[in-house]
């Protein structure tokens, strides 16, 4: 059993900054871990934000590049997006992902509303 907590979403104006954060507990091993961020918008697909693999590699989405940073801690099994310059496209429910071989676990998903 795993289990993804997250925290760290809320309210912030256009070009304000936040940091979410995802914490991993129970039957992981972080370190090996692929992990990456999602989010859904109302009225539309979940889409990928970013990801970082265990081996450091690190992507992102064209529409968050130059704005967002992926990065993780393996020795407090956690991982971080911190968001800056914050645009009201960015709007959505953002989840975490993490996947250990052929598993993948998701985080219960938190609110971010950019308001102009």
């Known amino acids: 059993q795993v289990q993804l907590v997250e925290s760290g979403g809320g309210l912030v104006q256009v070009g304000g900054s936040l940091r979410l954060s995802c914490a991993a507990s129970?039957?992981?091993?972080?370190?090996?871990?692929?992990t990456g961020w999602y989010r859904q918008a109302p009225g539309k697909q979940r889409e990928w934000v970013a990801l970082i693999r265990s081996d450091g590699y690190i992507n992102y989405a064209d529409s968050v590049k130059g704005r967002f940073t992926i990065s993780r801690d393996n020795a407090k099994s956690t991982m971080y997006l911190q968001m800056n310059s914050l645009k009201p496209e960015d709007t959505a429910v953002y989840y975490c992902?993490?996947?250990?071989?052929?598993?993948?676990?998701w985080g219960q998903g938190m609110q971010v509303t950019v308001s102009s």
């Open positions: 992902n993490v996947n250990q071989y052929a598993l993948s676990y």
């Open positions: 129970g039957n992981i091993r972080f370190s090996i871990t692929a």
